[in-house]
């Protein structure tokens, strides 16, 4: 990663009704205790992320546009839940050719 922290992939949910694709990852090092890094230490991993790893898979099967809603916790939490001792950060995105383009909610 661009910022030298780890990230690992734990969950991807792809609703191909809305064209709407969610990668998951873990971060451990934005939990307060690790190292507390916040969402601006982060956004440059976001942009390689997307463009590096989801792009390439999500063309490989054969997704070519839609969303993708990419987010990072310090720790897996169920999706669509809210857990007030877990650190999450999300980013929107949109498919644009071999580019990951950068949305605001």
């Given at each position: 990663?661009?910022?030298?922290?780890?990230?690992?992939?734990?969950?991807?949910?792809?609703?191909a009704n809305s064209q709407v694709a969610r990668f998951r990852f873990l971060v451990p090092d934005i939990a307060p205790d690790a190292g507390n890094k916040t969402f601006g230490d982060v956004i440059d991993d976001l942009q390689y992320v997307c463009d590096s790893v989801i792009v390439p898979a999500l063309h490989d099967n054969g997704w070519v546009s839609g969303d993708v809603v990419l987010s990072v916790s310090d720790r897996p939490v169920d999706f669509g839940a809210y857990d007030s001792q877990v650190v999450q950060f999300f980013q929107p995105f949109r498919l644009e050719g071999d580019t990951c383009v950068w949305e605001d909610f």
């Open positions: 990663m661009p910022s030298g922290l780890e990230i690992s992939l734990y969950d991807v949910i792809l609703d």
